[in-house]
């Protein structure tokens, strides 16, 4: 008996091997997907022409983060117990500051599931880690009894890890559907008129954070010279990156009557080679 199981053991030990694998496998398939809900369940940005670098960032941040961390930021971020709130960064008091522009999705569950949940993300941490750091310490992989215990414990942490992964997932789709409804919503032009263009519903500009003066500011970083841009270059530079920015859509006739409205914009005339020309700059504080 003790021979035949000698010569059964590599292949127990095979079998763990295979059984440890799988579940490693899922592991990572839980992370990835643990990953897109904390990336992508909150954004905010100082404009909502910052969104796209601020989600690249985010992104980018939490590819490096632990399991552990992300599930510390997830719970009371996206799944919660309690009223879902705006962030508190989503706000600014300051009337020459741009609009800030908030997007937060959260799963809201009542207190006794709340704690389930929070239990069951801190228990694959924990399955997690002994799967990873400390599963031959638990498991004696060099007998034969030892290797069928490790196969039994491993085939209940894959049931367990699917399980949990089946919920990531059914989140995951509800927060797709309302991306895409929120992306949906971003296409009108509504919404670009109010959150873009900074044109609120009675005609009125919020030119500190429209969307033609961040195009003049973004084309003076490209085209200024000792100080100054000239407005004619500023204005094919725009047209041809940004040519939905158009003087009419925020009432102007041209583009030096956007200029001349904007308070953070200086509009300045210069006689150069004998020909007048218009140039412009950012508003410098005082």
Known sequence: MTSLNYEDLPQLQQEVQRLLGRCMLRLQQYERVIKVLVAHHSLSAGSIHDLERVRTARIDGTARKTLGSLVGEIIGS???????????????????????FAMHMAVRLPDTDFARVECELREMVDLRNDLVHH???????????GCRAAQDALVAAY????????????????????????????????????????????GTVNW???????????AFEVLAADGWARLAEAEKWITARH???????????????????????QLRYFVIDGERSVFYRPQTSP
């Open 208 to 218: 500190f954070a429209s969307g033609i003066v961040s195009a003049l500011r973004e």
């Open 135 to 145: 599963f031959i310490d638990q498991h004696d992989i060099g007998s034969s009894d």
């Open 78 to 100: 996206y799944v919660v117990a309690d009223e879902i709130r705006p962030p508190e960064d989503a706000m600014t008091d300051s009337p020459e500051a741009p609009d800030w």
């Open 243 to 265: 040519p939905e920015q158009l003087p009419t859509t925020y009432g102007c006739q041209n583009w030096r009557q956007v200029v001349h409205k904007a308070p953070n914009l």
């Open 159 to 202: 049931s367990s890890i699917d399980q949990h992964l089946a919920q990531l997932r059914e989140w995951a789709e509800d927060m797709q559907n309302l991306r895409l409804a929120a992306a949906e919503a971003m296409q009108t032009q509504a919404f670009r008129d109010c959150f873009i263009n900074e044109i609120s519903s009675d």
